[in-house]
């Protein structure tokens, strides 16, 4: 057994006991924290599955309030999807207490530890085949940043301050080269001067914010494609997940992030540039699904800038990947010492390519925009 395997034990059993484990095993999707999924067999002979995550709280400095957040956030969802006859059990995430009754475990070494329920009969998706299914993504997405449209902001902890305020990344960008943490600046000259080149899109949206001319608003902030749980049955995404980041902030960012990650007709970490672009299409579809479900509670600028959105948020995850390659990997999980800047690359290229079709992305939001009124 490895160290972390009798780590992973020993948490299971701080939570409690829902039948004889059968066994858990790691999933490795994220970039951030680590996540197992733990069977049980219960006494009347189900078997039943958990999600078990460990924060990382080197990202996540609050992990206290983080989960306050997300308490309050599902608290707010169940009631919506129930009095709309849905279940809330599929629909959205459920925490389940450890032993002590508190919603995370800290444990001995620091590591914060919550479990959730196993939404089944359920799949993620990482690369798109399909329009249909980005469409769907942005159903999901729309449809929870409309359930949490008068959700008291007041009330939600701010758990990574700054988070999408491109102009605080692009500062940090700034101190990482200064101080070169890793002495691999110089690999990256062509990368860096292509962030440097573009400072001035990046207050764009913080300056509306803070003149009041988009408003502020409950966001996920981190909507990858495969944070979406999609029905086995019927291929509808269902259920949101990854609510770390829910916070005070633009819908921008949700809807840039979207089309970032999942209308690249590449992966986040694609090593060949020539295979990575902005498939028209897909922004097509995740337009249309969008406005259809979020479209009437937005203001005139929160659909004007969408086309923006979605260049400045993959600009700032591209500036992200690589200050933290400069830094020295201490942020994202990487399998191999370029990954960071492999990754700066892909959104950098992807950048380009939206800069040459930001017409036709203009053009898309405008029909799309006509199609709800
Ligand atoms: C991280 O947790 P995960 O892997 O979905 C990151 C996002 C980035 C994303 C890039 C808390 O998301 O902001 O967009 O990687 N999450 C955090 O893939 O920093
Ligand atoms: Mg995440």
């Not at 700054?162 to 940090?172: C, E, G, I, L």
């Not at 408003?215 to 909507?223: A, F, L, M, S």
């Not at 979605?310 to 830094?327: P, S, V, W």
Request: proline fraction near 3%.
């Amino acid at each position: 057994m490895t160290e972390i395997e009798i780590n992973v034990a020993e948490i299971i059993d701080a939570f409690p006991n829902y039948g004889e484990v059968l066994g858990y095993k790691p999933v490795t999707d994220g970039h951030i924290n680590d996540t197992y999924i733990v069977e049980y067999l219960k006494d009347n002979g189900e078997k039943v599955r958990f999600l078990l995550q460990r924060i990382n709280t080197n990202v996540f400095k609050m992990p206290v309030e983080l989960m306050d957040n997300v308490m309050g956030v599902t608290a707010f969802l169940r009631k919506k999807i129930e009095a709309a006859g849905g279940d809330p059990m599929r629909e959205t995430l459920t925490v389940y207490p450890a032993k002590d009754g508190k919603n995370y475990y800290m444990a001995a070494d620091g590591g914060c530890w919550r479990m959730y329920n196993f939404v089944e009969d359920t799949y993620s998706i990482n690369e798109l085949t399909s329009a249909e299914d980005f469409k769907n993504a942005a159903l999901s997405f729309g449809n929870f940043q409309n359930l949490l449209a008068d959700y008291p902001i007041e009330t939600l902890y701010d758990t990574i301050p700054n988070f999408h305020n491109t102009p605080s990344r692009f500062k940090d960008f700034l101190v990482a080269l200064e101080t070169n943490a890793s002495g691999r600046k110089d690999m990256a000259r062509p990368e860096i001067d292509f962030v440097l080149e573009r400072e001035k899109d990046c207050s764009v949206i913080t300056d509306l914010l803070d003149s009041g001319e988009l408003p502020v608003r409950v966001t996920h902030n981190d909507t990858k494609l495969n944070n979406v749980l999609f029905d086995k049955a019927t291929n509808k995404g269902i259920c949101v997940v990854d609510l770390d980041t829910v916070m005070p902030g633009s819908s921008l960012y949700d809807f840039g992030d979207s089309i970032r990650f999942g209308a690249n007709t590449a992966a986040e970490d694609e090593k060949d540039l020539s295979k990575v672009s902005l498939n028209l299409e897909y922004f097509k579809a995740y337009v249309e699904g969008y406005l259809e479900a979020a479209g009437k509670s937005l203001t005139e600028n929160e659909i004007k800038y969408l086309p923006f959105a979605a260049k400045l948020l993959t600009l700032e995850c591209g500036i992200r990947f690589l200050g933290d390659f400069i830094n020295g990997d201490v942020y994202f999980k990487t399998e191999y010492p370029e990954h960071n800047l492999v990754r700066a690359r892909t959104q950098f290229k992807l950048v380009e390519d939206m800069e040459a079709k930001y017409g036709d992305m203009m053009r898309i939001v405008e029909d799309a925009t006509k199609a709800i009124l």
